[in-house]
């Protein structure tokens, strides 16, 4: 058995998995508050881990390895994490790894946040059984992450798949991460949203306006069910460039699954259809009618399992779905 | 001992390699004459590899097996060229491996030339000993190649790297392949005459159009070495394209090395040191202190090299320089 946890900005997942079936045996989701500070937040994580293993009706000696997604960059060597800039104070080199082992007495793994989502996918969910799986998480950013032969591939210190952050227009508006022209500049959700607060506020987006009136928030969701014809422009734009960032994606790894996650995913087969249609007028050498573009399958599920198949991997435990 | 061949548009070069040492026992060089037909080709073909076996002291049994590049797509399950664009006259559906094959008795494996050059580079020259090297041939088009612990990282039907076919800009100008905004369209060699010779039409370019008048053939090597601050202006434009195909190939690889390739890559260290600058400008999210962006080391000998190499690799041969 492995612990997956998931921290993230606003919450900490956690959950106890069965590796071989990809299930989970227990879960729990708790409140970041990160202002609290890292040290209050590891003292919370430690006994959180310890309640989500009890609640599965097992003990810390039963749990091989934990497996910790990061919203960020960390140190693998060293299990501190490095940059986390959706999290309040500063985590640099947070020492989350040496902290929770020193406490559990199990050896952790830190992993992106998005990674594991790609990982999770590959294993037990969108891509499962397939060779080469590549993951898009879009959300307030865009990330992702490339398994290839059911292991992650990392690059140097895990950051291959920076996929949000190719550039695909070279003067375009200038990304979070400094550079400009990224597709997280354009199809992110901060981006969609943002985009669309600006016709709310110049009166070209009536019926959204009236809908956050009344209580709505403004998403990319509420932007697709509206019927302003500027919002939806917004939106077939967002969609153009992530099809062009996938396409991208495509035509380097030429992979047999694309898997789109995050909370954008939500829009769902409208927006992947347009993805779909993109990456076939673009990708003219890849042999696009083999390959799946696809939504996420696993749910809010995928953080959590990642980050204990990742533990399970760096533990020596064999593939689950090994492919020769 | 394997035989490396390099099926080029307008040469054909042979090569006996001793596969443990990448050293080059004997090489041959013909020109393809492709529109004598596949054929004719394929004749010529077997007989100048029992010549350069011969030239290396060597009879076929000691051979055990033969790669051979092409600029291109195949079938890698029949050995048949799909589409091979720079060849006179159809080569689709041709059985080079199965006929040469059956004509001199040794297994025979095809791959793309682009891929057999990263494969080279990473087993010989500018990525020897390193871990995960990726490679761009800039010249008529853009090719390029993904090579993962010293083996080729292949995608479906070994299309995976096809670097040249990102797209930079959503409405840019349109490539060969039909996409618009690829790399391969604002970067290659063709793009670079192209866009110099509008200027000499245009009167813009008076250095460049008297050295052409003088009999120097229009290269971007020529127009490296001219005076006239317009073309200057567009080797400036393909490096900043070109620097951001690299830096996306960065984002999305993380690798350790990166080598640049092919006639264009003649241009040598300025074009370097462009492409490095952009890419520490535009790569915020990858530690690219630790990545070489260099020119190509084998020289022409790559493409014989990395078919024999992939011959290697293919039959079952142990790797040079496996890294665990």
Known sequence: M??????????????????????????YVAATNSADGPDAVLVRMSSDIRQVVADAGLTLAD??????????????ATGHTLFLPNLVGTWHQVPVGPTLTAALGIPIWLINDARAFVLAEAAYGAGRGQQNVVGFTIGTGIGGGVVINQRLYMGL???????????????????????YGCLEAFASGTAMVTQAQVLINAGQAPDLAQRIVHGAHLTPSLMA????IAVQQVLAQ??????????????????????????????????????RQVVQQRCRATPIERIA????????????????????????TEDVHALT
Chains 1, 2 share one sequence.
């Open 225 to 228: 069910s509206c019927s302003d």
């Open 157 to 179: 210190d895990g950051t291959a798949g920076e996929f949000g952050h190719q550039t695909l227009a070279l003067d375009g508006p200038q990304c979070g991460c400094g550079n």
């Open 2 to 27: 492995f612990v997956g946890v998931d921290l993230g900005g606003t919450k900490i997942a956690y959950a106890v998995i069965d590796y071989r079936q990809g299930r989970v045996l227990a879960r």
């Open 293 to 316: 573009i696809v939504t996420a399958a696993l749910g809010g599920d995928a953080g959590v399992l990642g980050a204990a198949v990742w533990a399970a991997h760096r533990s020596g």
């Open 238 to 275: 967002a969609y153009a460039y992530l099809g062009a960032g996938v396409a991208n994606v495509v035509s380097l790894f030429s992979p047999h699954v694309v898997v789109l996650g995050g909370s954008v995913a939500q829009l769902g087969e409208p927006m992947c259809a347009a993805v």
């Open 63 to 76: 749990i091989r390895g934990i497996g910790c997604g990061v919203p960020g960059v960390y140190d693998d």
